[in-house]
């Protein structure tokens, strides 16, 4: 059983930092490709930002190229957002996610196991 689980999540004044993580209880983290995406209320799911499986490929959205950047330590079993520069806009709830079979996609069917999610409030 694959279990997510997202920190770092909080209460941040606009231009800001927060730093997310995301551990993952898998036996092979390196096999796999891994996201992050956010829910603002009343708003659809949207993707954030993707890694490849060893981590030298990443990919964001439009609204965070620049700003936010995503890693991950395969020793570690985790996966990072680093979010500067944070807007009232980029208030959501952030979920990371593992895509067992594919890499570097950015919609969310593809995805086959998803954190609980952590709030991130950014106010102007």
């Known amino acids: 059983q694959v279990q997510l689980i997202e920190s770092g999540g909080g209460l941040v004044q606009a231009g800001g930092s927060l730093r997310l993580s995301c551990v993952a209880s898998?036996?092979?983290?390196?096999?796999?490709?891994m996201g992050w995406f956010r829910q603002a209320p009343g708003k659809e799911r949207e993707f954030v930002a993707v890694i490849s499986r060893a981590g030298e490929r990443t990919s964001y959205a439009n609204s965070v190229q620049g700003r936010f950047t995503i890693s991950r330590d395969n020793t570690q079993n985790t996966m990072y957002l680093q979010m500067n520069s944070l807007k009232p806009e980029d208030t959501a709830v952030y979920y990371c996610?593992?895509?067992?079979?594919?890499?570097?996609?950015?919609?969310?069917?593809?995805?086959?196991?998803w954190g609980q999610g952590t709030q991130v409030t950014v106010s102007s």
């Open positions: 996610a593992l895509d067992q079979w594919t890499t570097m996609k950015i919609q969310s069917h593809w995805y086959d196991y």
């Open positions: 898998v036996r092979t983290f390196s096999m796999y490709a």
